[in-house]
């Protein structure tokens, strides 16, 4: 038999792992176990790390991010061409957050939203915006990930060159012009047309990586 509190509680997990992260205007300098590394994203259900070194997938370890010390699992972990040489991009997914710890979290989310706020309110009035102690990833390039939701498209700027299972993914200088004609394409086309558009979409990254 399930109780309810056991119930709401899975609940409470799901809900916190599918949550999306935030990705960060300033990278957090944090360490996991010890091993420097740079928090590109977060969230309540994880983050996303850049560092020098693969971690296996499975891994459990202490993130330590500002004032958050949490236990998180790898999820994947990923090597990308970075401006010199090549970096890991590794997932995280939090394995349980206390009370104290869950507020910890949300003090790095707040900084970073009101980062965004006034990021964005300097470009309303015309200023230039840049916050303190600016950290950005290593990757030489960025790329556009476009997934297409039932709510419509959703656009994503990463460092990840690989294709989603639900869009398309192209380098981040390709005109919106041409971002609409493939939104279009794709969302009129078949399962056959969509997986050729991502071929060629894969190809052209991999021509722009060894450019």
Same mark, same amino acid.
């Given at each position: !038999? +399930? /109780?309810?509190?056991?119930? !709401?509680?899975?609940?409470? @997990?799901? %809900?916190?792992?599918q949550a999306p992260r935030v990705i960060l205007r300033k990278a957090i300098d944090a360490q996991f176990d010890g091993t420097p590394v740079l928090v590109l994203e977060l969230g309540l259900g994880g983050a996303k790390l850049e560092h %020098?070194? $693969? !971690? @296996? +997938?499975?891994?459990r370890g202490r =993130? %330590?991010?500002? @004032?958050? +010390? %949490?236990?998180?699992?790898?999820?994947?972990?990923? +090597? =990308?061409?970075a401006e010199r040489g090549v970096v890991y991009h590794t997932g995280l997914a939090f394995t349980g957050l206390d009370p104290a710890q869950t507020e910890d979290l949300f003090k790095l989310l707040i900084d970073e939203a009101q980062e965004q706020v006034k990021e964005w309110e300097a470009n309303q009035k015309g200023d230039?915006?840049?916050?303190? /102690?600016? $950290? $950005?990833?290593a990757v030489s390039r960025r790329f556009i990930a476009l997934h297409l939701t039932p709510q419509g498209w959703r656009q994503q700027v990463t460092s990840d060159p690989n294709q989603p299972l639900d869009g398309i993914a192209v380098v981040d200088d390709t005109p $919106? #012009? #041409? =971002?609409?004609? =493939?939104?279009?394409?794709y969302q009129q086309g078949d399962d056959a047309t969509r997986e050729l558009m991502r071929r060629m979409a894969t190809l052209a990254i991999l021509e722009r990586l060894q450019g």
């Open positions: !038999m +399930v /109780h309810a509190g056991t119930t !709401m509680q899975g609940s409470r @997990d799901q %809900a916190s792992r %020098a070194q $693969r !971690m @296996d +997938v499975g891994r =993130l %330590a991010c500002g @004032d958050l +010390v %949490a236990t998180a699992a790898v999820r994947y972990s990923i +090597v =990308l061409p230039g915006w840049r916050p303190k /102690h600016i $950290r $950005r990833s $919106r #012009d #041409d =971002l609409r004609i =493939l939104c279009r394409t």
